[in-house]
């Protein structure tokens, strides 16, 4: 099985790929590129995405033709999408850092500031929180209700359609930090940062 | 709810870890990589290394003990010291690191913050206060300690978190080193000053100066060095006694 991360320059991806060889080990080809025919030929991908919505979405589109690879493997074929941090909040149809700009439209919604109510919660919300699973999603297979993962953001993923939410995390609101919708995966947090539970999840993705 | 962090931080010097923890079954007390695996695992919430080499030619060493410790270590790790450069932080999360932190150059090139943040995003731009007090004030010393620039640490504060820094890294030049506890003062002064997370260093001899430092300075995160070598206290303990006081910690 082949897992490509998507390699955009999105900012600092070592730790998603070192968590990901990690967990493979030997049984999984772990790819890291931006090359469209491998994207297209793997079994599934990871799409990380650190800095601002803005950054993340303007990287995408430098590369030419990686958004229509993105979307003909996630909505035409199907295949398993996990994004992550950044990678999650592109799946709406708008985000608002920086200044307004179009996401990839995958998951109807939009991506604003954490209400920080007048400056009593701190923002980036950094460190770790307890996850308060919603529904079952197939990438929290044997993950405790209130597990800790390990958050750092200052801007939330609002999806119109509350279903596809599979876990929030209490911090000034309840704040979505992960979503399923059919094959595509969504975590706020950093699975790969969030010590054996987050290992344990990525193991899960991997093992679809 | 969000916990507080309890940050260990390793001190290392041409590869190697200056003061550590003297357990028995450590291979070998001066790796840093072995170091940051026990303190991860005893459920440290981020390994912080500080990179004290004074050389320019072993300057490199500190890349290899940052990419042998993000294939074992699965929490955050901040490397700081000697980040001078956009170059030198982009070669550091080249390496693993998640996070940097910035001291001298801070002050001496603010635009290594502003354009750093830009480039890489808030999330990994730590800026590392050293601050002293004099008179009613606290002034911002660069170069480890060494110089002091007579900026006002609290205005500095403030002018750091608007050029893009993620959290704050304040250091009492006062009481590191002393084990007498954090400068309380200090920390809740800047922590009523900005909205980003402060992170309370230098002075800690105790638990219940984490405690302090939690409660009364409004850290987010306290980090701490020597109560963790030579094994006085395990990470875990500290948590424990942080959740005795009511203080929230992943457990």
């Not at chain 1, 493979?24 to 800095?51: C, M, W």
């Not at chain 2, 997370?197 to 009364?216: F, Q, R, T």
């Amino acid at each position: 099985m082949n897992v490509t991360i998507v390699d955009y320059n999105s900012g600092n991806i070592s730790s998603v790929i070192n968590s990901f060889k990690e967990v493979a080990k030997d049984k999984v080809n772990i790819k890291v590129t931006s090359d469209l025919n491998k994207i297209k030929s793997s079994d599934k991908v990871v799409l990380p995405g650190q800095g601002s919505f803005k950054s993340c979405v303007d990287r995408l589109n430098n590369i030419t033709g990686l958004i229509d690879t993105l979307n003909e493997f996630t909505i035409n074929n199907k295949k398993p999408l996990l994004g992550i941090c950044v990678g999650l909040q592109m799946f709406a149809d708008i985000g608002y850092e920086e200044t307004e700009t179009k996401g990839l439209g995958w998951i109807s919604g939009k991506v604003s500031k954490i209400d920080n109510q007048n400056g009593k919660f701190k923002l980036p919300h950094i460190g770790w929180n307890q996850i308060n699973i919603l529904k079952h999603s197939k990438i929290f297979k044997n993950i405790e209700n209130n597990s800790h993962m390990y958050f750092v953001h200052s801007y939330e993923f609002v999806p119109e359609d509350k279903n596809v939410i599979s876990a929030t995390t209490d911090y000034s609101s309840n704040i979505v930090c992960s979503v399923e919708k059919e094959n595509i995966f969504g975590t706020q947090f950093h699975p790969e940062k969030s010590d054996r539970t987050g290992l344990k999840i990525i193991d899960n993705f991997i093992n679809l | 709810m969000l916990k507080n962090r309890i940050i260990p931080c390793l001190d290392v010097k041409n590869g190697r870890v200056v003061k550590g923890i003297n357990f028995v079954d450590l291979q070998d007390a001066g790796d840093p990589v072995e170091q940051a695996k026990i303190y991860s695992d005893g459920g440290a919430d981020e390994i912080c290394f500080l990179d004290i080499t004074a050389s320019n030619e072993n300057r490199d060493t500190i890349y290899d003990v940052v990419e042998k410790t993000s294939k074992k270590c699965f929490v955050p790790l901040t490397v700081g010291g000697g980040v001078r450069s956009i170059e030198d932080i982009n070669k550091l999360l080249n390496c693993g690191a998640d996070k940097v932190s910035i001291n001298t150059a801070a002050v001496q090139n603010p635009e290594v913050v502003t354009e750093s943040s830009k480039k890489f995003g808030s999330q990994c731009i730590v800026v590392a206060i050293d601050a002293k007090k004099n008179g009613d004030k606290w002034e911002i010393f660069t170069h480890g300690g060494r110089n002091n620039t007579g900026i006002d640490a609290i205005e500095f504060a403030k002018k750091k978190e608007d050029s893009g820094a993620g959290e704050l890294l304040v250091t009492s030049m006062d009481r590191d080193g002393t084990q007498v506890g954090y400068d309380i003062d200090l920390m809740s002064k800047i922590s009523s000053k900005v909205n980003i997370p402060v992170i309370a260093s230098g002075g800690v001899g105790n638990l219940d100066h984490l405690v302090d430092g939690i409660k009364l300075g409004n850290a987010s995160a306290v980090l701490a060095a020597s109560i963790f070598h030579y094994g006085k206290h395990s990470v875990k303990e500290a948590k424990e006694y942080l959740d005795s006081k009511g203080i929230p910690v992943r457990l």
